[in-house]
C-alpha cells in the first residue's frame, strides 16, 4: 500500500492532506517519494527556521540521543537548564515553562493568569463560609481578540476569537471576552475589576497576517498597568526570528508580562514554551501545572542548538532584509485579484478578492509549496535562512499561476 493509502485508513481525519509524500529535505527544498524538487514557503507552517539537514541541530539531537533522551521532570537536565537560561537572557523574562506544542505553552499562560486572577481577588477579598459553602472571590476573565488563533485545546479554542474553530466543541471556557484587533475602545469597554489577563498576537497569523499597531500594543500595556491586569503576547508564530528580532515584542518596544513560544523554537522538533516575569511565574506552586514530555533533553538540544545558529549567524539580518525584499517581489506581481501585501519579516500575507485555494494546488504542481491563512490570503513563512535567489525562484512560479487566472 503506499503511505497515502496507509495513512487514509488509519489515521483520523482532521487534516485536509494534499497528496503528496515527502521523503527529505535539503536546505529549503523538500523531496518528494518520485524524486521531485519543491521549494518550501511553508517551513512546516513557520517551524522550519532553519530548513532542513542543519548540521548544527542534527548533531546536537544525536549526541543528546546517545546520552539521555527522557528523564521525566522529577530530575533536572542540562538541556533544559541550559535552554531556559538562555531564553531568558535573551528576553525580559524570569522563569520558563516547558512544553510540548504551541497550544500547551498557551494552556500554560491560560492556567497561570487565572491563577494570578485567583491570588490577587484572593487578596483583596479573601475567603468565606466554611466546608461546602466556602466561597472564593475569584478574578477569572481573560481578554482576548476577534481573528485570533491560539490552539486546539478547549481552552486555548475558546482563547480562539474565530467561531469556525469552535463549532461543535460547546459548551466553551468560560469567561473569555473578545475585543478588536487594533482597536483600543473595544479593549477598554471590556475592563471591570473581574479581568484578570489580555491575550493577543503581536501579528496575528492565521487570521489574515495582521501586525498589530504600536499604539494599540502600547495602549494595552498602559491598561493592564493602571489595573493590575496581565498582559500576554501569543510569541507561538512570531518568536524566535520570524518578524526580525528573537521575540516579536522587541520590534514594538513592548513588554508582556508572559509570552508562549513554540513553531520555530524546536527547528522541527516538538517543543514549546511559556516564559514569565517573576510577580506572575511564582503564582505556580508544585503541582499546579506539568507536562510529561516538557523540556524533553532531545527537544531542548535542538531547540539551543536552533538559538545558538539563528543568534551566531545574524539571521536577524537576513529576515529583515529578505523579508522587505519578499514583500517588494510580491507587491509587484501585476494581478488583479490582489487586494493587500502586509506582514512582518518572513511573515507575510497576500490578500485576495477570491479563495487561493486552487492558486495553493496549482503552485504545488510546479514545485512551489505554500499555504493559506484564510480563505482568501496566501501566507508566506520560508525558512529563515531563504535566499534572494530562492525568493525570485519562488515569485517566478507564483507569477505564473496567477498570470493564468
Do not use: W
Request: proline share 3%; charged share 25%; aromatic share 10%.
Amino acid at each position: 500500500m503506499l503511505v497515502k493509502e496507509i495513512a487514509d485508513k488509519y489515521v483520523m481525519s482532521t487534516y485536509s492532506r494534499f497528496d503528496k509524500t515527502f521523503v527529505r529535505g535539503e536546505g529549503v527544498y523538500l523531496f518528494d517519494e518520485a524524486g521531485g524538487k519543491y521549494l518550501d514557503f511553508t517551513a512546516g507552517i513557520a517551524v522550519n527556521a532553519l530548513g532542513y539537514g542543519n548540521k548544527r541541530v542534527i548533531d546536537a539531537a544525536c549526541y543528546q540521543m546517545n546520552q539521555v533522551f527522557h528523564t521525566s521532570n522529577l530530575y533536572y537536565t542540562a538541556p533544559m537548564a541550559k535552554l531556559a537560561k538562555k531564553l531568558t537572557e535573551k528576553s525580559c523574562f524570569d522563569k520558563v515553562f516547558f512544553a510540548n506544542s504551541g497550544a500547551e505553552a498557551n494552556e500554560a499562560a491560560f492556567k497561570l493568569a487565572r491563577k494570578y486572577g485567583f491570588l490577587k481577588k484572593e487578596a483583596a477579598c479573601g475567603e468565606y463560609g466554611t466546608g461546602d459553602t466556602r466561597k472564593i472571590c475569584g478574578c477569572s476573565k481573560i481578554i482576548s481578540m476577534k481573528n485570533s488563533f491560539h490552539g486546539r485545546t478547549l481552552a486555548t479554542v475558546t482563547l480562539t476569537g474565530q467561531s469556525k474553530y469552535q463549532k461543535g466543541f460547546s459548551p466553551l471556557v468560560a469567561d473569555i471576552l473578545y475585543a478588536e484587533f487594533n482597536d483600543l475602545k473595544s479593549v477598554e469597554n471590556l475592563i471591570d475589576e473581574e479581568v484578570c489577563a489580555i491575550f493577543t498576537e503581536p501579528v496575528q497569523g492565521e487570521g489574515g497576517l495582521y501586525p498589530a499597531n504600536i499604539d494599540f500594543l502600547k495602549g494595552l500595556r498602559e491598561i493592564c498597568d493602571k489595573n493590575g491586569i496581565l498582559l500576554i503576547f501569543d510569541e507561538v508564530q512570531t518568536g524566535i526570528g520570524r518578524t526580525g528580532e528573537l521575540f516579536c515584542y522587541q520590534n514594538y518596544g513592548v513588554e508582556p508580562d508572559i509570552l508562549t513560544l513554540a513553531k520555530g523554537l524546536g527547528g522541527g522538533l516538538p517543543i514549546g514554551a511559556c516564559l514569565a516575569k517573576d510577580f506572575a511565574a511564582e503564582c505556580f506552586s508544585p503541582g499546579d501545572h506539568a507536562s510529561t514530555f516538557g523540556g524533553n533533553p532531545v527537544a531542548c538540544a535542538c531547540a539551543n542548538a536552533v538559538l545558538d545558529e539563528i543568534i551566531d549567524r545574524d539571521l536577524f539580518l537576513n529576515v529583515k532584509e529578505n523579508g522587505k525584499y519578499l514583500m517588494e517581489r510580491l507587491k509587484g506581481l501585476r494581478c488583479p485579484n490582489i487586494k493587500d501585501i502586509r506582514g512582518l519579516g518572513l511573515m507575510i500575507g497576500a490578500e485576495f478578492d477570491i479563495e487561493v485555494k486552487d492558486i495553493i494546488q496549482k503552485c504545488l504542481d510546479k514545485g512551489l509549496l505554500i499555504i493559506g491563512a484564510g480563505k482568501n490570503v496566501l501566507r508566506f513563512v520560508p525558512p529563515l535562512i531563504i535566499t534572494k535567489d530562492e525568493i525570485d525562484e519562488g515569485i517566478a512560479i507564483l507569477g505564473e499561476v496567477l498570470s493564468a487566472l
